[in-house]
């Protein structure tokens, strides 16, 4: 038989006395899996779901080591591959890197990083960064059924190919790998269930406390211990890492010009020595007012996905560039249903509100300074009115009852202030009121809530949301509804609470203020002042109120963002609102 005769006779190969029963030839709009994407797909089904069908994608450590070695093996010139019959007849050895290799009756596509050919036998050489494992097989079948489907494509181009390498650089190993029929037939299923799973677009569940778990580049993205605790009230190990230990980069001078050079961004003010800041410590860049971005440092903040967040003087956030998450619109998709279903948007709606009204209500109970015999009215009211939330038959009837509870926790916060700060003639606050707002104290809410909307347009934009299409907020030109949906119960426990402290703090006196018929705003010295504790508050850990793990307030809201995501795609039943306690 045939090599080509092989490969087709395998397809329709019984597996342990049943036919199986794979995915049928790729259409011409069907993309090729490749080959790596076999491979882990063998490894863990979902980790390729995500990078494959939703183009999800975060480096670490180990991927970084793997791109060296693939490009140590791709240096230097190599000659091309003679065809099929050209080589049969061709004496001698011959090698070549980087060869492309795709088929539509298979399904398949490759990269091969190194091909030897021999007396017309090609040989695949796959690079792995690692060392060489002892096994009686001489490696992982998940890197055995990569080097195998590269066979495969070769067979399927017309090459005489009996077997497949693995060489593994730390070590400096070479791995033998024939392709027996057991071997064939694994890697033909893995690609077929791939196909398949991704046609119906439901991830596989995640693995179960696996050890493969913690050294996966994906473990902030899958949240593989959180998901399975609604599946099946697993106790996460840990919280997940951060997919980039960085932090956001604003710059708010009028005429600042930021620029690159080598691996930093350099900030340029007139009559002031340049600022650099390493690239790998920037998360996001924001940039408030007038402010010049030059094209090199666009692209390379491109490049990395680095968000750059466009925002007024004031901070009202106008719009984003770069990091908009994964390459694939299936999240959104999901997102905009619900969006179309008013049943599901309104008890979506209530549940965010009750969270909203609960968490004031801790707001106040903890941070209380006024009269003792006050507190317990104000207190007691809120839980009745969080109670409420659940009875509001319409949207109408729900933004009253928010509405109310609004109008009661404002009245209220003086009472949290300082003696020193209430005794101040220019922090005097009667009522939240905006656009513009009429005081001290109402710039700084303002301020912080627009500081609040940007980390979470950033956080939903990098999942794969839409920040514009919420499920509670009107829609409206320039208004990113979604992100004003899900910081509603933050609201006073990040926002409130960082413009709490830095009037009680004294990190804001009444000279920050610029008041003018139109209203009041902070000046620049008031700005940073205020944004560096909305940052620390940021940085203040916390403990999940679900999970029960330690985790800042900036790793949370990443959390929950992706756990929104999930709960979106059916993969857990409900939202954890972040409700302490």
């Known amino acids: 038989m045939s090599q080509t005769d092989t490969t087709a006779a395998v397809v329709a190969l019984p597996i342990q ?55 140590a093996a791709e240096a230097g010139r190599a000659p091309a591959l003679p065809a099929p019959d050209d080589l049969a007849e061709r004496d001698g050895k011959l090698k070549t890197r980087r060869l492309s290799l795709a088929s539509e009756r298979l399904g398949l596509a490759a990269e091969i990083d190194v091909l030897e050919a021999e007396d017309g036998v090609v040989t695949p050489v796959d690079v792995k960064a690692g060392k060489r494992p ?3 097989e001489g490696a992982w079948l998940p890197e055995r059924v990569q080097v195998c489907v590269q066979g495969l494509l070769l067979r399927d181009a017309g090459y005489r190919c009996d077997e ?50 913690p050294r996966c580049s994906l473990l902030p993205i899958c949240l593989p211990d959180e998901v399975n605790w609604f599946r099946k009230g697993a106790i996460p190990r840990t919280p997940p890492p951060a997919a980039r230990p960085a932090l956001p980069l604003y710059v708010q001078t009028p005429g600042a010009r930021v620029g690159r050079r080598a691996a930093t961004l350099v900030v340029q003010v007139e009559g002031e020595p340049d600022v650099a800041v390493p690239l790998d410590e920037i998360s996001e860049l924001i940039l408030a007012g007038p402010v010049g971005l030059t094209t090199p440092a666009m692209h390379e903040l491109l490049r990395r996905e680095t968000p750059v967040a466009w925002t007024s003087s004031g901070f009202w956030f106008l719009g984003a560039t770069g990091g908009h998450g994964p390459r694939s619109a299936a999240i959104r998709t999901v997102q905009y249903a619900l969006a179309a279903d008013p049943g599901r948007r309104l008890a979506f709606a209530r549940d965010l509100v009750a969270a909203k009204i609960r968490n004031q209500r801790t707001f106040l109970r903890r941070n209380w300074r006024g009269e003792a015999g006050a507190r317990g009215p104000v207190i007691d009211r809120l ?8 009875r509001a038959h319409d949207a109408p009837a729900l933004l009253g009852v928010e509405g109310e509870a609004a ?7 003086p009472s949290l202030f300082t003696e020193a700060v209430a005794a101040l003639p220019a922090f005097a606050f009667e009522q939240r009121n905006r ?44 208004r990113p509804s979604l992100a004003l949906d899900l910081i509603e119960p933050y609201r006073p426990l990040i926002a409130d609470s960082a413009v709490l402290t830095a009037l009680n703090n004294g990190e804001l006196a009444p000279g920050d203020f610029v008041t003018t018929a139109g209203g009041c705003n902070l000046n620049p010295k008031g700005r940073r002042a205020l ?51």
């Open 134 to 136: 002892h096994l009686a």
């Open 531 to 581: 944004i560096s504790a909305y940052e620390r508050r940021l940085d203040q850990e916390t403990t999940h109120p679900v999970f029960g793990y330690q985790v800042s307030m900036r790793r949370l809201i990443q959390v929950q963002a992706r756990l929104f995501a999930r709960w979106l795609l059916g993969e857990i039943p409900d939202y954890p609102h972040y409700l302490p306690r």
């Open 164 to 213: 497949g390498a693995l060489w593994f650089a730390q070590s400096r190993e070479r791995v033998r790998v024939p392709f027996t029929e057991d071997l064939i037939a694994a890697s033909l299923r893995a690609a077929s269930e791939l196909r398949l799973t991704v046609a119906a677009g439901r991830a596989p569940p995640p693995l179960d406390h696996s050890p493969k778990c």
């Open 383 to 390: 839980a009745l009115l969080a109670e409420r939330t659940g």
């Open 435 to 478: 656009r513009p707002p009429a005081d001290p104290v109402n710039a700084c809410l303002s301020l912080a809530y627009a500081l609040l909307t940007r980390t979470f347009t950033s956080a939903l934009a990098t999942v794969g949301l839409d920040p514009w299409k919420g499920f509670f907020h009107v829609e409206r030109p320039g």
């Open 17 to 71: 006395g049943e036919l199986e029963l794979f995915a049928p030839p790729a259409d011409a709009d069907e993309l090729l899996v490749p080959a790596r994407m076999v491979n882990e797909w063998v490894y863990c089904p979902r980790l390729a779901f995500l990078e494959w069908a939703h183009g999800e994608w975060a480096g670490n450590a180990d991927t970084a080591a793997g791109n060296r070695a693939h490009a």
């Open 407 to 413: 109008a009661l926790y404002f009245r209220a916060l």
